[in-house]
């Protein structure tokens, strides 16, 4: 945003809205509405989706997820239409982050990356490396620490370019201590212990120059490098300071996931006393009625410590916790499937009007919904119609069934006559797949190589295995089709459908060779 063409009065505002929005008060409010009125007066539709972002980060800060999406809505819209690229890609991580405290990982996932499109990857910002880093952070949470350090270190590289912007030593001690966060999971203890000593340099003036933040993250760190020396006197402090800083603080929700894994090396460390300490603690905070995924991290630490001190009543109650948990955390990600539904129709909408920005002009780019060899729908369109299809099975009570048609030996026949002939086989059976899909108003697209899926929508088994021979005779080469037909459920994913068609494709092959 170039800051510039508002007045001074106009720019002190911005910059004390967003240095008071990340903050536990209610200091930021009026703040906010002199921005609004600002805004307004002027009718700047770039200012006033920099507001509604400023609006949206304030309630995420404060927890109040429905009205920081509401206000995230406006902000997209205003964006959009002003062309304003940094704080968009900044209110698509908002999303993202948003989603990803929620416990819907997918979710978060799209939007990092279309946070990430929005930014040139030549002519990168710091905002470009907090992504980068939030999207470590996502793996990193989903166990994959090897990709999280690439994410994280990519982030500091990009970091290190920006040593004049505000955010500049929070982002480096961040990444850092992401990046040492990340080695231990990897149980590289050397490298995390080199970040750590790179950290302790000049008495820690990267971390108390990186804020109150980076300051609660080192000392989380500098507990899980105790744990891993088995430094039991370093655990105990430490821990005394995690529990009064972190554990008690309005922030905790930030932390939970990770202080719940170090309990539970403590708890197989036999370090039973210092666990219960930190259970008890976050007992006290109740975070775990905030976010219900975060109830069921909670819950299983539970399961874990009273199995370990044979507390056979206590555990069961904790699996009972694990199971209210579960149910609300199902209609928690149907609110949030039902949310990037709506802001993706909403960037449709703005699509209508005409809108040529260079955002639209990327995604259409990199996501055109047609695959180029057979001219069926791709997996991008793949996904945006089963997503429809899934919502309309669940509202409507009736079956959703996934089918995945794949060419027998395909590998053998490219490689016995080549890349082109390979090609021509592919057109062909796409031709066919079409005709058929059109014949019996299906939806068809190529999954990838020479996989093609099949939507069926409220059709029976029978319905389906009709379809199944017509696609067998009406193929040159040899298709093996396997499917997976049901109604759903709020218990069921959309992925779930193409695992199960997955698995049933597997068992066709199997019947094949064997015949």
């Known amino acids: 945003m170039e800051m510039r063409k508002y007045d001074n009065n106009t720019q002190q505002l911005i910059n004390k809205v967003f240095a008071l929005a990340p903050t536990p008060g209610n200091e930021v409010f009026p703040y906010l509405k002199k921005l609004e009125r600002k805004a307004k ?3 700047a539709k770039e200012l006033l989706g920099i507001l509604y972002y400023a609006y949206a980060i304030t309630y995420s800060y404060h927890e109040n997820h429905e009205a920081c999406i509401s206000n995230l809505m406006k902000a997209v819209s205003y964006l959009l239409r002003s062309n304003e690229q940094y704080f968009l890609a900044r ?4 999303f993202a982050v948003e989603a990803q405290k929620q416990g819907c990982f997918d979710i978060a996932f799209s939007y990092y990356n279309l946070a990430l499109s929005v930014i040139e990857e030549d002519e990168p910002t710091i905002s470009y490396a907090i992504i980068k880093s939030n999207v470590g952070d996502l793996f990193a949470m989903m166990g994959d620490f090897k990709i999280a350090c690439t994410y994280v270190r990519s982030a500091y590289n990009i970091a290190k370019k920006f040593k004049k912007d505000p955010m500049y030593n929070q982002t480096i001690a961040l990444t850092l201590i992401g990046l040492g966060i990340d080695n231990l999971g990897l149980n590289n203890y050397k490298a995390a212990k080199r970040i750590i000593n790179k950290l302790e340099k000049n008495d820690n003036e990267l971390i108390s120059k990186g804020g109150e933040f980076s300051e609660l993250w080192y000392i989380f760190f500098s507990l899980q490098v105790a744990i891993a020396e088995k430094n039991h ?8 300071v995690v ?3 972190i554990i008690n603080s309005y922030i905790f929700s930030d932390f939970t996931r990770e202080v719940c894994e170090v309990c539970h090396y403590l708890i197989k ?3 039973l006393k210092i666990a219960k300490q930190i259970i008890d603690a976050i007992k006290k905070n109740n975070t775990e009625y905030k976010f219900h995924y975060l109830g069921i991290i909670i819950a299983d630490l539970n399961i874990a410590y009273y199995k370990a001190t044979n507390n056979k009543k206590m555990a069961m109650k904790a699996y009972e916790d694990r199971h209210k948990y579960e149910n609300k955390q199902i209609e928690v990600k149907k609110t949030v499937y039902y949310e990037s539904i709506e802001l993706m129709h909403l960037l449709n909408e703005l699509r209508d009007e005409g809108i040529k920005t260079r955002l639209e002009n990327r995604i259409l780019q990199e996501k055109a919904e047609t ?3 057979t001219g069926l729908p791709n997996r991008y369109a793949l996904n945006r119609n089963i997503e429809a299809a899934y919502i309309r099975a669940l509202k409507n009570n009736w079956h959703l069934g996934i089918g995945i048609a794949d060419i027998d030996t395909f590998k053998k026949y490219n490689d016995t006559y080549g890349h082109l002939e390979g090609d021509k086989c592919l057109i062909e059976v ?3 797949l079409k005709a058929i899909a059109k014949r019996n108003d299906l939806f068809v697209a190529r999954y990838g190589g020479d996989e093609f899926v099949y939507i069926y929508e409220n059709l029976s088994n029978q319905d389906i295995r009709i379809i199944e021979r017509e696609i067998k005779k009406n193929c040159k080469a040899s298709i093996t089709h396997g499917f997976y037909n049901m109604i759903p459920t709020q218990a069921t ?3 779930d459908y193409f695992a199960e068609a997955d698995k049933n494709l597997y068992q066709e092959k199997k019947k094949k060779r064997l015949k």
């Open 41 to 43: 007066q002027l009718k």
């Open 91 to 94: 209110t698509y991580n908002l």
């Open 233 to 240: 006197k370093k655990i105990q402090a430490l821990t005394k």
């Open 243 to 245: 529990i009064e800083r």
């Open 269 to 271: 460390m036999d370090e």
């Open 371 to 373: 695959d180029i060899l």
């Open 430 to 432: 796409g031709n066919a």
């Open 493 to 495: 994913k959309v992925w």
